[in-house]
């Protein structure tokens, strides 16, 4: 099954950033040639269960990062202009991390602190050897992260520019600070309120919505 999850048009509409989430083929005749083109996007993101690992010059032009498991969140750095996403590890090793053309965050050769479901070590590389780009921040154990969402507005000043983070087994909205760039604290907003929290959006006013994968769900508008 292939999956289309986010999608993100920067302002100057250059250029359309998709995630793809499914066993996508890498030959000329490959089903992520023909979804790049029907989509007339640039794909950044390959779950490659069955591939190998590919050199640059192999790998299809639309291609612009490889080595992540199952992303599920976005999201535009308005400091930056940089595009972050958040990943699923399996036991552990969920992630956020920078978009970064022709890097490789390693799945599954590595598993950023996670293991297997069996308990087994991921892979057989080594974290910190030269060519795996690093996440910004891990979670061990897994938190299952989905949507994440930059704050920008007037209505929680003190989160100006902070990441929203959602998580789907413990239930909760978080906040991660930053300084100087990076991500440095992780605030838990609420827990345990609506379910199983899985996106974000913030409006102009800087009001925050908020919607669980839940049965019996709403939309839920956060407030100061």
Known sequence: MIEEKNLIIMKDLTSKYIVIEGPIGVGKTSLSNKLA???????????????????????LPELFQIGVRNPQGMTLDPQTNSIYISNHGPKGGDFIGKVVGGSNFGWKKIGWGGTNYSGTKIGDGNAWEPGFIKPDFIWVPSIAVSGIKFYQGEAFPEWQNS???????FQYLSVLHRKDNKFVKEEVIFKDKIGRVRDIEI??????????????SNLYLLKP
């Open 37 to 59: 083109l029907e989509w007339d996007a640039e794909l950044i993101l390959e779950n490659v269960d069955d591939n190998p690992f590919l050199t640059k010059n192999e790998w």
């Open 203 to 216: 409006d102009q006013s800087g009001n925050i919505y908020i919607i669980a994968d839940e049965t019996d």
């Open 163 to 169: 990441l929203l983070v959602s998580s789907l087994k």
